[in-house]
Nanobody
Framework: QEQLVESGGGLVPAGGSLRLSCAAS????????MGWFRQAPGQERDFVAA????????YYADSVKGRFTISRDNAKNTVYLQMNSLNPEDTAVYFC???????????????WGQGTQVTVSS
């Protein structure tokens, strides 16, 4: 069964850091590009970052460039999102996703996790 499980969310003060993890089943991870999206209350699900299967290519939303870093460990079937210099606008549910190509279009991804809440206090 394809499965993506996010962890690492929580409450953090503005300026703080969090590291999200997404553990995938081998079938969901092997050969797939991985992405992170986020959704704030009443908002659409927005692209955050994506990484190719090899890890050589990464892509970021303008709003997180220079603050967030996506990485992956293919031996552990895990993708990470290191988030630094967090601000209240980063508050959202963060979702991990897997697809054939690292894209910013959510509809291009095949599998989704249940999400993990990130709350940044001012």
């Amino acid at each position: 069964q394809e499965q993506l499980v996010e962890s690492g969310g929580g409450l953090v003060p503005a300026g703080g850091s969090l590291r999200l993890s997404c553990a995938a089943s081998r079938r969901t991870f092997s050969g797939y590009a991985m992405g992170w999206f986020r959704q704030a209350p009443g908002q659409e699900r927005d692209f955050v970052a994506a990484i190719s299967w090899s890890g050589e290519d990464t892509y970021y939303a303008d709003s997180v460039k220079g603050r967030f870093t996506i990485s992956r460990d293919n031996a552990k079937n895990t993708v990470y999102l290191q988030m630094n210099s967090l601000n209240p606008e980063d508050t959202a549910v963060y979702f991990c996703t897997a697809g054939m190509y690292p894209q910013s279009d959510s509809q291009s991804y095949d599998y989704w996790g249940q999400g993990t809440q990130v709350t940044v206090s001012s």
